[in-house]
């Protein structure tokens, strides 16, 4: 499972009304190769759900990801945050070993 906390809900939702998507679109969280420590996230917004997708839900904000990515991020936590040095979604990801500086890639 893939969770998301109350501050990366907000958010999610912010955007939704923000930018006119549908309420139906999904936050789709997965892996890439690459980055400074091998693989890094990616995160975006999606209107179609894959039969192949692994999805969770919490209060409405459904979260997918690709069943290759999730043997990376399951049991991973979205959470979004404001700071003095910037603001956006990070990733508590008990699967990886190292993760980089900037915390958008990460080694398993």
Do not use: W
């Amino acid at each position: 499972m893939i969770a998301i906390t109350e501050r990366a809900i907000k958010e999610v939702r912010r955007i939704i009304d923000d930018q006119n998507l549908p309420q139906e679109t999904v936050l789709r969280v997965g892996v890439k190769g690459g980055g400074c420590s091998g693989f890094s996230y990616s995160l975006g917004f999606d209107d179609t759900v894959q039969d192949t997708d692994q999805i969770s839900e919490t209060e409405g904000i459904r979260v997918v990801c690709d069943p290759k990515s999730f043997l990376y991020l399951n049991g991973t936590e979205v959470d979004f945050e404001e700071s003095l040095m910037g603001r956006g979604f990070k990733f508590g990801n008990p699967n990886a070993s190292k993760t980089c500086g900037c915390g958008e890639s990460f080694s398993v």
